[in-house]
């Protein structure tokens, strides 16, 4: 990518993002993404430009710059064990879109998620028990592991469009798309957009 990126269109971002999971997918190095001493020089000095927030769990498998194959300043990414969001996520979500000029919103779960796990198999203690109860709120009844993913992703992106995406954001360009990681294959299953 280069420094020019800030306030690049939700469809561009979304393109860019999926040209470099194929790119991720087939690859053994990530050669795209520009992680050079240059770089990182460019954005001490004068800041950050991504062209997408990521909100993706902790989970050490699930790493977004390798996954989409970027570098040093392309994204902005946000990482919560579940991608769940409380208000800090959502305050970092909010920082992207009106201070950076991110008009992409991307909300990434992930295949064998533990904290998904944790909410299938039942009440947990502590703070995990807040993260596994906003969990269990967003995935009902179901017991398949993949649908549960995808209803907590869904949860988020709704707590997103009800929280913090204005109707001025919105003609602005500003979209939240939903996508789950598969760990096994590394490819991203984009959802359906909204």
């Not at 919103?105 to 299938?120: D, I, P, Q």
């Not at 993260?131 to 907590?152: D, F, H, Q, R, W």
């Not at 798309?177 to 959802?191: D, M, P, R, W």
């Amino acid at each position: 990518m280069n420094c020019t990126t800030k306030g690049i269109d939700a469809i561009k971002a979304l393109e860019w993002l999926k040209e470099g999971n194929l790119a991720y997918i087939s690859s053994n190095s990530n050669h795209k993404g520009d992680i050079s001493k240059e770089k990182r020089l460019h954005t001490h000095h004068h800041g950050q430009n991504p062209y997408a927030i990521i909100i993706t769990c902790s989970d050490s498998r699930v790493i977004p710059e390798a996954i989409f194959m970027q570098g040093i300043g392309d994204l902005f990414v946000i990482r919560l064990a579940g991608n769940v969001l409380a208000d800090f996520g959502l305050g970092s979500v909010e920082y992207g879109i009106e201070h950076l000029g991110c008009k992409l919103v991307l909300v990434l779960g992930h295949t064998k998620c533990g904290a998904v796990a944790s909410a299938l198999e039942g009440e947990h203690t502590s703070y995990v028990g807040s993260i596994v109860m906003e969990i269990k709120k967003a995935i009902g009844t179901t017991k398949s592991p993949l649908l549960a993913t995808k209803l907590n992703v869904k949860n988020t992106i709704a707590k997103i469009n009800n929280a913090i995406l204005t109707d001025e954001m919105k003609k602005d360009g500003v979209k939240v798309v939903g996508a789950i990681y598969h760990t096994q294959s590394g490819e991203v299953e984009f959802l359906e957009e909204n």
